[in-house]
């Protein structure tokens, strides 16, 4: 998603488009309410503010062009069956990609998962790229990038969820040295 931002002349259409969200999250809201979902305990503490918060903050991320979409702890530990310990664990082994937002939350980039499991053979891409810069961040957005030469917009991540491991590897090990240098 390509962030646009509006012009002043077209303010009319910005507060119907403001409108129309309220309107459809409201009517999200009461469907939950309405199906019997006990909706005080999304307001307990400001959780529903601070989370319409965050996702408002995430369209407005410089990262969420090249990343795309990432998952939180609780929403990754449902999607791929691990516990927080194992995610964690998973994480500091290298064999799960997390991310360090600028207010200090972890979250986790989907493109590192198919079919409910993490993507065979990602802890040693993952480790190769650390060997050239130690951030996390320019390893997602080198995962998620374009293969130089790829005419169909193939991801290194695509390829290594191909099976083209050690392809994927050895680019991985090249563009860390060239990062060292």
Request: aromatic share 6%; charged share 25%.
């Amino acid at each position: 998603m390509k962030m646009a931002f509006a012009r002043p002349e077209h303010r009319a259409e910005q507060r119907k488009a403001v409108s129309s969200l309220s309107r459809a999250f409201e009517a999200a809201l009461q469907n939950l309410a309405d199906s019997g979902f006990d909706l005080t305990v999304l307001d307990t503490n400001g959780v529903a503010q601070d989370l319409a918060v965050k996702v408002t903050s995430i369209a407005l991320s410089p990262w969420a062009d090249s990343i795309g979409p990432c998952y939180v702890s609780s929403s990754l530990q449902r999607e791929i069956g691990l516990t927080r310990a194992g995610i964690s664990k998973a994480a500091l082994e290298r064999r799960l990609l997390r991310l360090k937002t600028a207010d200090g939350h972890f979250i986790y980039p989907a493109f590192q998962v198919r079919d409910g499991k993490i993507i065979d053979e990602l802890a040693p891409v993952l480790r190769a790229l650390n060997s050239g810069i130690d951030d996390p961040w320019t390893w997602a957005q080198w995962l998620n990038a374009p293969v130089p030469g790829q005419a169909d917009g193939r991801r290194h991540i695509d390829e290594l969820a191909d099976g083209l491991a050690v392809k994927v590897l050895t680019d991985a090990e090249r563009t860390a040295a060239a990062w060292a240098a």
